[in-house]
């Protein structure tokens, strides 16, 4: 990769020299690809603290946080509230392997938000996506599943899967390490195409256990759902005999109040029969969960015969972190991540059109992203058409003026209760100078 900007390396000997010693160890230096910066080059800023809306890295420079943890810190890092709860529990033990308090309480929250009536909860997103598709499977005694391209439920086996050589054939492995056999059973559709999900049903509809699409995707940059499109997939999932499963691991307690589902299904009337969770939830620990139906979520061991576990799941450290933050996620908060979000959403539009680059932003109640080509952006194929190169430099423009931008092209950018008017002035001074060095990368590659 080679990035116009990345010669950021000078001012940051220390993640420097981290970043060296951890390659040695970890593959990539990193415990998750994208933190390597692979896709805007240049090292990696390991993070030594975070409080409220900033980071600091081990250089010592303070970084306003758009990337929030992918999402989770709702109320922003080190919330005092939340961490007087969390140490309480620490001092109570970490974790016994036997229900308790909190774990019951963060489920009754969910419950009491979302359309779930039973949930159960796991470490990750992706252990939640894994046992809904098995749970699904499960249940209905089918075995195909249904996704869409650029939808991203974590990396479960039959889950990581690209598109077949045409509609409503079976999906080839997104990556070396899944068998075949994995992704076999594996539909992959155009996000957002009703043809294609209605060809798919048509074809193969007895067969097909479950439909799992992000509630609105995040994971290719934010595509809200097209009005009705989520209702089409529930009723054509409910007249195959399949289940509906929305993957709210991202939009959960983000998008809104109850997710995405709040300003979807909560609006149009209709319900998913699985849903997933996770990020938000977790309040900053490995905290995940999927529920819905009660007579679908009866098949799960130990009351039905589908197996599923976990020595940590529902652990009462991460559960209270989850209870503290949902707690605290008040209508007053999505008010103000959604008025910050819309003056960094302005601002970012006028920056960028004052120089010369095009560009789409689009958004899903509070949660947004930053397209660097002309929009509407609809689904994979046209999110692919973003100018990477021109968001390395405005990634590395907007990190060298103290701000943390997701390091990928394809990435929601979050904010929190803790972004504050002096946090939000920094992202506002940087922006038009980031503008013209994505523009300037444009032209260096026109050149
Ligand atoms: C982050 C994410 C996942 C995976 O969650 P992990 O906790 O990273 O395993 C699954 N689905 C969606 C929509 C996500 O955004």
Redesign the pocket.
């Known amino acids: 990769m080679t990035s116009p900007a990345a010669g950021d390396d000078a001012g940051n000997p220390g993640s420097r020299a981290l970043f060296d010693r951890a390659r040695a160890v970890i593959p990539g230096g990193v415990s998750?690809p994208v933190r390597a910066f692979n896709a805007v080059g240049g090292t990696p800023r390991f993070i030594r603290s975070a409080q409220g809306a900033w980071l600091t890295d081990a250089d010592g420079h303070e970084l306003v946080d758009l990337v929030c943890s992918?999402?989770p810190m709702l109320l922003g890092h080190a919330h005092p509230e939340v961490l007087a709860e969390v140490q309480a529990a620490v001092g109570r033990g970490t974790s016994y392997g036997a229900p308790t308090e909190p774990e019951l309480e963060l489920g009754e929250e969910i419950v009491a938000r979302t359309p779930v009536e039973r949930v159960r909860f796991v470490s990750?997103?992706?252990?939640?996506?894994m046992s809904v598709v098995r749970l699904a499977r499960g249940f209905t005694g089918r075995d195909v599943v249904v996704k869409f391209a650029g939808?991203?439920?974590?990396?479960v086996d039959a889950l990581l899967a690209s598109a077949g050589s045409g509609l409503a054939t079976f999906a080839v492995p997104g990556t070396p390490g899944v068998p075949a056999s994995s992704t076999a059973l594996t539909l992959v559709l155009p996000y957002g195409d009703r043809a294609a999900v209605t060809a798919a049903f048509a074809e193969h509809g007895e067969r097909i256990a479950c439909l799992v699409t992000?509630a609105a995707p995040?994971?290719m940059g934010v595509i809200a759902p097209e009005p009705g499109f989520n209702a089409f997939l529930a009723e054509t999932c409910r007249a195959h005999g399949a289940l509906f499963v929305t993957?709210?691991?991202?939009?959960g307690f983000r998008a809104s109040r109850q997710g995405q589902w709040g300003l979807d299904g909560a609006v149009e009337g209709w319900v998913p029969d699985l849903m997933?969770f996770?990020?938000v939830m977790g309040g900053g620990f490995?905290a995940?969960a999927f529920g819905g139906r009660a007579d679908v979520m009866s098949m799960l061991a130990p009351e039905g015969p589908v197996y599923q576990a976990g020595t940590l799941s529902g652990n009462p450290v991460a559960t209270t972190a989850g209870l503290a933050t949902l707690r605290r996620a008040t209508d007053e908060v999505y008010a103000h991540l959604h008025a910050v979000g819309e003056t960094i959403k302005a601002a970012t539009t006028a920056a960028l059109d004052a120089a010369g680059v095009a560009h789409v932003v689009q958004s899903t109640g509070t949660m947004f992203s930053v397209f660097l080509c002309e929009g509407p952006v609809r689904d994979f194929d046209d999110a692919s058409r973003t100018d990477q190169a021109a968001y390395a430099a405005f990634f590395h423009a907007m990190l060298d003026a103290g701000v943390y931008l997701p390091p990928s092209a394809f990435e929601a950018w979050f904010v929190s209760a803790a972004h504050d008017e002096r946090a939000v002035q920094v992202v506002l001074d940087a922006l038009p100078g980031a503008a013209r060095a994505a523009a300037g990368a444009q032209q260096g590659a026109a050149r």
Do not use: F, R
């Not at 990750?124 to 996506?129: C, D, Q």
């Not at 939808?151 to 990396?155: F, K, N, R, V």
């Not at 993957?247 to 939009?251: G, P, R, S």
């Open positions: 998750s992918w999402g990750s997103g992706t252990e939640a996506t939808c991203y439920h974590g990396h992000e995040g994971n993957d709210e691991v991202m939009t997933t996770g990020k490995p995940a």
